[in-house]
Nanobody, 116 residues
Protein backbone atom coordinates (compact mmCIF):
# COMPACT_ATOMS: atom_id res chain seq x y z
CA UNK A 1 0.00 0.00 0.00
CA UNK A 2 1.02 3.61 -0.50
CA UNK A 3 3.00 4.94 2.43
CA UNK A 4 4.92 8.09 3.17
CA UNK A 5 7.40 8.83 5.95
CA UNK A 6 7.98 12.53 6.44
CA UNK A 7 10.79 14.13 8.37
CA UNK A 8 12.64 17.40 8.82
CA UNK A 9 10.08 19.58 10.55
CA UNK A 10 10.85 21.58 13.66
CA UNK A 11 11.03 25.03 15.18
CA UNK A 12 13.01 27.82 13.58
CA UNK A 13 13.34 31.58 13.90
CA UNK A 14 12.06 33.88 11.17
CA UNK A 15 14.53 33.97 8.31
CA UNK A 16 15.72 30.46 9.00
CA UNK A 17 15.64 27.36 6.83
CA UNK A 18 14.35 23.80 7.02
CA UNK A 19 14.40 20.88 4.62
CA UNK A 20 11.52 18.45 4.64
CA UNK A 21 11.83 14.92 3.28
CA UNK A 22 9.15 12.44 2.31
CA UNK A 23 10.16 8.84 1.63
CA UNK A 24 7.56 6.99 -0.42
CA UNK A 25 6.79 3.30 -0.86
CA UNK A 26 4.07 1.07 -2.24
CA UNK A 27 3.92 2.50 -5.74
CA UNK A 28 6.19 3.30 -8.69
CA UNK A 29 7.39 6.65 -7.44
CA UNK A 30 9.04 7.74 -10.69
CA UNK A 31 5.72 7.52 -12.55
CA UNK A 32 3.89 10.21 -10.58
CA UNK A 33 3.95 13.89 -9.84
CA UNK A 34 4.23 14.68 -6.16
CA UNK A 35 2.93 17.52 -4.05
CA UNK A 36 3.51 19.24 -0.74
CA UNK A 37 0.53 20.72 1.10
CA UNK A 38 0.31 22.56 4.39
CA UNK A 39 -2.41 23.21 6.94
CA UNK A 40 -2.17 26.08 9.37
CA UNK A 41 -4.28 26.17 12.55
CA UNK A 42 -7.87 27.06 11.74
CA UNK A 43 -7.25 27.01 7.99
CA UNK A 44 -7.89 24.58 5.17
CA UNK A 45 -5.14 22.42 3.75
CA UNK A 46 -3.48 24.25 0.86
CA UNK A 47 -1.19 23.22 -1.99
CA UNK A 48 2.35 24.54 -1.57
CA UNK A 49 4.38 22.97 -4.38
CA UNK A 50 4.20 20.38 -7.15
CA UNK A 51 6.89 18.53 -9.08
CA UNK A 52 6.47 16.41 -12.19
CA UNK A 53 7.38 12.73 -12.27
CA UNK A 54 10.73 13.40 -13.92
CA UNK A 55 11.42 16.45 -11.79
CA UNK A 56 11.68 18.69 -14.83
CA UNK A 57 8.91 21.09 -13.91
CA UNK A 58 7.72 22.62 -10.67
CA UNK A 59 4.96 24.92 -9.51
CA UNK A 60 4.53 26.91 -6.32
CA UNK A 61 1.91 28.78 -4.41
CA UNK A 62 2.43 32.52 -4.74
CA UNK A 63 3.08 32.79 -1.01
CA UNK A 64 6.23 30.63 -1.21
CA UNK A 65 7.64 31.45 -4.65
CA UNK A 66 11.30 32.37 -4.48
CA UNK A 67 11.67 30.93 -0.97
CA UNK A 68 10.73 27.23 -1.25
CA UNK A 69 12.14 24.64 -3.63
CA UNK A 70 10.62 21.24 -4.30
CA UNK A 71 12.86 18.47 -5.64
CA UNK A 72 12.93 14.70 -5.88
CA UNK A 73 15.28 11.77 -6.07
CA UNK A 74 13.56 8.97 -7.96
CA UNK A 75 16.33 6.51 -7.12
CA UNK A 76 15.49 7.03 -3.43
CA UNK A 77 11.72 7.45 -3.92
CA UNK A 78 11.96 10.65 -1.95
CA UNK A 79 10.57 14.14 -2.44
CA UNK A 80 12.00 17.17 -0.66
CA UNK A 81 10.91 20.67 0.23
CA UNK A 82 13.69 23.16 0.91
CA UNK A 83 12.27 26.12 2.80
CA UNK A 84 14.32 29.30 3.10
CA UNK A 85 13.57 32.75 4.49
CA UNK A 86 10.85 31.28 6.65
CA UNK A 87 8.14 33.54 8.00
CA UNK A 88 5.76 33.11 10.95
CA UNK A 89 2.92 32.65 8.46
CA UNK A 90 4.67 29.50 7.18
CA UNK A 91 3.82 27.82 10.49
CA UNK A 92 1.75 24.74 9.64
CA UNK A 93 1.70 20.99 9.42
CA UNK A 94 3.26 20.01 6.10
CA UNK A 95 2.09 16.93 4.20
CA UNK A 96 3.45 15.16 1.16
CA UNK A 97 0.78 14.02 -1.23
CA UNK A 98 0.14 11.74 -4.17
CA UNK A 99 -2.87 12.36 -6.37
CA UNK A 100 -3.47 9.19 -8.37
CA UNK A 101 -6.65 8.92 -10.36
CA UNK A 102 -9.56 9.46 -8.00
CA UNK A 103 -7.46 8.84 -4.91
CA UNK A 104 -5.43 11.15 -2.71
CA UNK A 105 -2.72 9.76 -0.44
CA UNK A 106 -1.17 11.64 2.47
CA UNK A 107 1.80 11.41 4.74
CA UNK A 108 1.36 11.73 8.48
CA UNK A 109 2.45 15.35 8.42
CA UNK A 110 5.38 17.16 9.96
CA UNK A 111 5.06 20.30 12.08
CA UNK A 112 6.91 23.45 11.08
CA UNK A 113 6.87 26.32 13.56
CA UNK A 114 8.41 29.69 12.74
CA UNK A 115 8.65 31.95 15.78
CA UNK A 116 11.03 34.29 17.49
Amino acid sequence: QVQFVESGGGSVQPGGSLRLSCAASGFTFSNYAMNWYRQAPGKERALVATITSAGDSTNYADSVKGRFTISRDNAKSTVYLQMNSLKPEDTAVYYCNLHRGWDMYWGQGTQVTVSS
